[in-house]
T-cell receptor, first 115, second 113 residues
């Protein structure tokens, strides 16, 4: 049990649908992340929030819209997705440690299929 | 720029045999390095981390990794593999004070009886 939960675990949506992915962390961390994991590709960092402010957006298409209402919750709003957006979406959280490093803790992911 | 290379896409070992998964990194400053494991349908679980000090670090589930600065490597090892170790393993590198990590493409481990 990692202390990071994601819902739903599986999602099938049409290209015209609007849906949201939810992530919640119970670790008291102050940074949260969205990653996309596709087959045979490295993990792609999509968004980083630190202290509820977005600090990094790696040129993600606007059909993905993140929201971080507080340090424990992170959402990824989806609209007009494409089939190539089908992937495992992972949420992670972290806190800066005394040595200056960040250990990221991951949720189980949401398997998204776009039809 | 930071990058991580895991040269082995897929490795098969027999249960009870030893294991070494390779990781090479590229980073200008002193990095901190991680190994994560991902079981099917699950998120990534942290196995171990290196930042400074002893170059041989111990992790969970009997894994260890050795940092070799001269070779820019951080290979993961286990002396005796169990069937439950079958999973995907990811190496990652980060920088001090930076909260993002760079991941390799992963190595899938198959364990045969």
């Amino acid at each position: 049990e990692t202390g990071v939960t994601q819902t739903p675990r599986h999602l099938v949506m049409g290209m015209t649908n609007k849906k949201s992915l939810k992530c919640e962390q119970h670790l008291g961390h102050n940074a949260m992340y969205w990653y996309k994991q596709s087959a045979k590709k490295p993990l792609e960092l999509m968004f980083v929030y630190s202290l509820e402010e977005r600090v990094e957006n790696n040129s993600v298409p606007s059909r993905f819209s993140p929201e971080c209402p507080n340090s424990s919750h992170l959402f990824l709003h989806l609209h007009t997705l494409q089939p190539e957006d089908s992937a495992l979406y992972l949420c992670a959280s972290s806190q800066e440690l005394l040595d200056g490093s960040y250990e990221q803790y991951f949720g189980p992911g949401t398997r998204l299929t776009v039809t | 720029a930071q990058s991580v290379t895991q040269p082995d896409i897929h490795i098969t070992v027999s249960e009870g045999a030893s294991l070494e998964l390779r990781c090479n990194y590229s980073y200008g400053a002193t990095p901190y390095l991680f190994w994560y494991v991902q079981s099917p349908g699950q998120g990534l679980q942290l196995l171990l981390k290196y930042f400074s000090g002893d170059t041989l670090v111990q992790g969970i589930k009997g894994f260890e990794a050795e940092f070799k600065r001269s070779q820019s490597s951080f290979n993961l090892r286990k002396p005796s593999v169990h069937w439950s170790d079958a999973a995907e393993y990811f190496c990652a590198v980060g920088a001090t004070g930076a909260n993002n990590l760079f991941f390799g493409t992963g190595t899938r481990l198959t364990v045969i009886p």
